[in-house]
């Protein structure tokens, strides 16, 4: 809506995974790098921790664009309150596994489990290396499910593929409580919040792909959506985002505190 009022040639804070976008901070150039490392050297299982709206997804998202083709298919779990049978299953299914044979009523776990191992053999053949990622996983509330991922982590040595563990840092806690699969994880990567000079770079690179070449926020209006944020990409978004259509409709030339506070405020942020 307000792209052509600000000259933008693309909606700059967008929460999507548009490799253009990415601002590459210490944190977070870090976290795809280890990831990287770990499906390309095949170490099996890693774990990406940080908060809410960190960019944990965006990350994961970006680094399979970034990987060759050969890892593949992906896999993403989002609903992290599955049993151990449903969480196989449910792997299985977007393998490729036969869903009259998942439904089988004779079937169980053995059963579920020997369906997924199948698919990893069909992808072995194919010189593919599937790619299974689990988000939110501080909401998984079965210990069984941490025990059911090392289990299926014993098939990487004749099937080759990749887990990644993605959630809040409550993770770090729990798997040291799980000895066992702790140890097969050959990366842990944490994400931080930016700094305040990370914030300023990253708005203004992310209004710079976008095709803006002068300031629209002025100096402390960049200070006030990193006090406001906390450095947190996904408030930053919001926050940058709703000023610039405020902005838009007020038939401004230059954000300020004013506004910032006026969105932070109205989504919030401000108490």
Same mark, same amino acid.
């Given at each position: 809506?307000?792209?052509?009022?600000?000259?933008? #040639?693309?909606?700059?804070f967008?929460?999507?995974?548009?490799?253009?976008?990415?601002?590459r901070?210490?944190?977070?150039?870090?976290?795809?790098?280890?990831?990287?490392?770990? $499906?390309?050297?095949?170490r099996?299982?890693?774990?990406?921790?940080?908060g809410?709206?960190?960019?944990?997804?965006?990350?994961?998202?970006?680094?399979l664009?970034?990987?060759?083709?050969?890892?593949?298919?992906?896999?993403?779990?989002?609903?992290?309150?599955?049993?151990p049978?449903?969480?196989?299953?449910?792997?299985a299914g977007?393998?490729?596994?036969?869903?009259?044979?998942?439904?089988?009523?004779?079937?169980?776990?053995?059963?579920?489990?020997?369906?997924?191992?199948? +698919?990893?053999?069909?992808?072995?053949?194919?010189?593919?290396?599937?790619?299974? $990622?689990?988000?939110e996983?501080?909401?998984?509330?079965?210990?069984?499910?941490?025990?059911?991922?090392?289990?299926?982590?014993?098939?990487?040595? #004749?099937?080759?593929?990749t !887990?990644?563990?993605?959630?809040?840092?409550?993770?770090?806690?729990?798997?040291? +409580?799980?000895?066992?699969?702790? #140890?097969?994880?050959?990366?842990?990567?944490?994400?931080?919040?930016f700094?305040?000079?990370?914030?300023?770079?990253? $708005?203004?690179?992310?209004?710079?792909?976008?095709?803006?070449?002068?300031? !629209?926020f002025?100096?402390?209006?960049?200070?006030?959506?990193?006090?406001?944020?906390?450095?947190?990409?996904?408030?930053?978004n919001?926050?940058?985002d709703l000023?610039l259509? !405020?902005g838009?409709?007020?038939?401004?030339?230059?954000?300020?505190?004013? #506004?910032?506070?006026?969105?932070?405020?109205?989504i919030?942020?401000?108490?």
């Amino acid at each position: 809506m307000y792209s052509q009022y600000w000259n933008l #040639e693309k909606q700059p804070f967008e929460n999507d995974s548009n490799p253009e976008f990415f601002f590459r901070s210490r944190t977070h150039q870090a976290a795809v790098l280890k990831l990287q490392y770990l $499906v390309e050297s095949h170490r099996g299982a890693g774990l990406l921790c940080g908060g809410t709206g960190s960019g944990k997804t965006y990350l994961t998202r970006l680094l399979l664009q970034e990987l060759d083709e050969q890892y593949a298919p992906v896999v993403f779990v989002y609903y992290p309150f599955l049993t151990p049978t449903e969480l196989v299953a449910f792997i299985a299914g977007e393998l490729g596994a036969d869903e009259s044979e998942l439904r089988h009523e004779q079937g169980g776990f053995d059963h579920t489990l020997r369906l997924f191992q199948d +698919r990893l053999r069909f992808y072995a053949e194919k010189h593919q290396h599937p790619i299974i $990622v689990i988000d939110e996983a501080h909401l998984i509330e079965e210990q069984r499910v941490f025990q059911t991922i090392q289990l299926l982590l014993n098939y990487r040595e #004749e099937t080759p593929f990749t !887990v990644i563990i993605s959630g809040q840092q409550s993770l770090l806690n729990r798997l040291t +409580r799980l000895p066992e699969l702790e #140890e097969r994880i050959g990366v842990k990567s944490l994400i931080h919040s930016f700094s305040r000079e990370e914030t300023i770079q990253y $708005v203004t690179h992310r209004l710079q792909v976008a095709g803006l070449s002068e300031a !629209v926020f002025d100096d402390a209006a960049l200070h006030e959506i990193h006090e406001l944020s906390g450095g947190v990409p996904r408030r930053i978004n919001r926050i940058a985002d709703l000023s610039l259509l !405020v902005g838009f409709a007020d038939g401004m030339t230059t954000l300020t505190t004013k #506004e910032i506070a006026s969105v932070a405020e109205e989504i919030g942020l401000v108490v």
